[in-house]
C-alpha cells in the first residue's frame, strides 16, 4: 500500500509540476523547421535565457551547419526546478526511463547542484577534457575562490558566472529616515530601519537561503577572531549573534517576497529603504531606475566582510536526450566569446544584442581594462574585491536546510507578533530585558541547528511540518512576551 501510495503522490507531482515544464519559448529556429533540438530547464531571467540562446545557435550553425532549436523550459526558481527534477526522476525510475526528456540544468546556486550531484542525476562534462587549460592552479577558471567551490573534483558541474549577494538601496529614502547608507549586515539590523526593509524568503530560492547561511557564518568568523582560544564558546556565541541579526533584520522588514527581482523594484520605487539583493538585479535596476537628473534611485554594495562570490553551475542531466549538444552548450558558454555576453555593453563586440544583463563572468582572463571598458561595470575587478570573506563550509554547510526553515518558522510564519513586539520595543527605547526575551533563540543552539537540525531534515514531510510549526509558536510566544514587557516597562 505504502509504495502504491507513493507511486500516485508522484504521478500527481508530475501533473502538477509539468505544466510549468512545458512552458517553452524558443529563441532559436522554430522547433519544426531546425535540424538539432536542446532542452534546458533553468531559473534565469528571459534576458538570458535570449541571448545564450541567439548565440549558441550562431555558434552551432558555424560549426556545425545546422539549425538548432533551444527549447527553455522556466518552472520558477531553484526550489520550483528541485521539486520538477524530483517528480520527474522519481517517475522515470518507476517507469524504468532513462531521464527525463531534459538535457541540461543552467543556473542557480552551487547547493542545488551539489544536491543533484549527490542524488546521481548529473554525468561528467566533457569540457575538462576538451579544455583542461581553463581550468586548475594556474587556468582561467579557479575550482575555488572565497572558499566557494567553482567546480567539484568529479567534474559533474561546472560555474559559468559568478554571483554576490548583498544590500541594494534607496539613497533619497536613506537620507529621509536620517541614516548613513548601510554598508554591512549589521547595518540593517538598526531600528531606523523598522518597517522600510525588503526581504526575500530562503525557503523559495537558494540562493537566499545561501545568503542567510552566508550571514550567520559571518557573525561566526567575527566570533572566532574575537575569541580564538576557545573554538566552542565562539561558535555557540558567533551562531547566536547571527541568527540574532537575522531577527533584528525580519522585524525591520515589510516583507518577505518569493520573488527576489521585486526588492530591488520597489527600493528604486521608494517603497522600502533598503533590502536584501543578488549583484545583477541590483546592477540591473540601478542601470534602468534614474532620478530626472541621471542619479541611480538604487544602489547595490557588497556588504563589508559579509559576503563571497558564488558560481552559477550549468550540468548535464543523466539521461539526456540529446547528450552531445548537451555537452557542446557547456564548452560555448567557457569561451571567451560567450563568457562576455554576462557584462558586456549591448552592441559591443561579443555584447547582447538586446538588453545587458549585468552578470560577471567566471573567466579571470576577461578582467582586463581593455574588456571591462566595453562594459557595464568598468571598474568590476571581482577577483580582487576586498568586501569578501573566504567561506568554511565546515562551520556552517550542513545548517544550509535547518537556516532556510528556521528563517521561516522564527521570522516570516510569526511576522505579524515580530514587527508588533519590535514597534513597543522602539517605542520603550529598547529596553534590555524585553530585547533579551525577543531575541532569545536558545532553543536552536549550535549544537543542535549548526549541524543540520533533524527535525527538519527528515523524510517525512507532516513530522517536518509539525515541528517547524512548534519552533514557531514558541517564537510568538516569546515575541508577545516582549511586547508586554516593552509596553509596561518605565523608559
Known amino acids: 500500500m505504502k509504495q502504491r501510495a507513493f507511486i500516485i503522490i508522484s504521478l500527481l507531482a508530475i501533473i502538477v509540476a509539468l505544466p ?9 529556429t522554430a522547433p519544426n523547421s531546425a535540424d538539432d533540438r536542446l532542452v534546458i530547464l533553468s531559473p534565469h531571467n528571459e534576458s538570458i535565457r535570449s541571448e545564450f540562446g541567439e548565440a549558441f545557435a550562431r555558434y552551432w550553425k558555424n560549426t556545425t551547419n545546422r539549425t538548432i532549436y533551444v527549447d527553455w523550459r522556466t518552472p520558477g526558481g531553484t526550489s ?7 517528480a520527474g526522476f522519481k517517475a522515470a525510475e518507476e517507469t524504468g526511463r532513462q531521464g527525463i526528456g531534459v538535457d541540461l540544468f543552467f543556473g542557480g546556486g552551487q547547493p542545488d547542484f551539489s544536491g543533484q550531484a549527490r542524488k546521481d542525476r548529473l554525468v561528467p562534462l566533457r569540457v575538462f577534457q576538451s579544455q583542461p587549460d581553463l581550468f586548475g592552479e594556474n587556468g582561467q577558471i579557479p575550482q ?4 566557494e567551490q567553482y567546480y567539484p573534483d568529479d567534474h559533474v558541474w561546472v560555474g559559468t558566472c559568478i554571483s554576490q549577494f548583498g544590500i541594494c538601496y534607496n539613497p533619497d529614502f536613506i537620507q529621509r529616515l ?3 547608507p548601510p554598508a554591512a549586515w549589521q547595518d540593517l539590523g538598526s531600528p531606523g530601519y523598522a518597517g522600510t526593509l525588503a526581504l526575500a524568503d530562503p525557503t523559495k530560492s537558494g540562493s537566499v537561503a545561501r545568503t542567510f547561511e552566508l550571514i550567520v557564518q559571518a557573525e561566526i568568523l567575527k566570533a572566532l577572531k574575537t575569541d580564538p582560544h576557545n573554538r566552542q564558546s565562539a561558535l555557540d556565541a558567533g551562531w547566536t549573534a547571527g541568527l540574532q541579526l537575522i531577527q533584528r533584520m525580519a522585524a525591520n522588514a515589510r516583507y518577505f517576497t518569493d520573488s527576489a527581482s521585486k526588492i530591488p523594484h520597489d527600493v528604486g520605487q521608494g517603497n522600502a529603504a533598503a533590502g536584501m539583493c543578488i549583484d545583477f538585479y541590483g546592477r540591473s535596476y540601478a542601470h534602468d531606475l534614474t532620478t530626472p537628473s541621471g542619479d541611480p534611485r538604487v544602489v547595490w554594495i557588497a556588504p563589508t566582510g559579509g559576503t563571497t562570490l558564488s558560481a552559477d553551475p550549468i550540468g548535464v ?5 540529446h547528450p552531445e549538444i548537451a555537452q557542446a552548450f557547456v564548452e560555448f558558454c567557457l569561451t571567451r566569446e560567450a563568457q562576455q555576453l554576462w557584462f558586456a555593453k549591448p552592441g559591443t563586440p ?3 544584442a538586446e538588453r545587458a544583463l549585468h552578470r560577471t563572468p567566471i573567466r579571470r582572463d576577461l578582467y582586463s581594462p581593455e574588456i571591462l571598458a566595453n562594459t557595464t561595470m568598468p571598474g568590476n575587478a571581482v577577483y580582487q574585491n576586498n568586501a569578501n570573506y573566504t567561506y568554511q563550509p565546515e562551520l556552517t554547510s550542513k545548517s544550509f536546510s535547518t537556516l532556510r526553515m528556521l528563517v521561516k518558522a522564527m521570522c516570516i510564519d510569526s511576522h505579524d507578533e515580530m514587527k508588533s513586539a519590535w514597534a513597543a520595543l522602539k517605542a520603550a527605547g529598547m529596553p534590555a530585558d524585553a530585547l533579551a526575551v525577543f531575541n532569545d533563540v536558545s532553543i536552536m543552539p549550535y549544537s543542535k541547528g549548526g549541524h543540520g537540525d533533524p527535525g527538519f531534515n527528515r523524510n517525512d514531510p507532516l513530522g517536518s511540518a509539525r515541528y517547524s510549526a512548534e519552533l514557531g509558536k514558541w517564537f510568538r510566544a516569546n515575541y508577545r512576551k516582549a511586547e508586554q514587557m516593552a509596553r509596561t516597562s518605565t523608559p
Open 80 to 86: 520550483e526546478i528541485r521539486m520538477v527534477l524530483d
Open 178 to 180: 536620517g541614516l548613513d
Open 350 to 352: 561579443n555584447g547582447p
Open 317 to 321: 542531466l543523466k539521461g539526456a536526450p
Open 20 to 28: 510549468l515544464v512545458l512552458r517553452r519559448e524558443s529563441a532559436t
Open 144 to 147: 575555488s575562490f572565497t572558499g
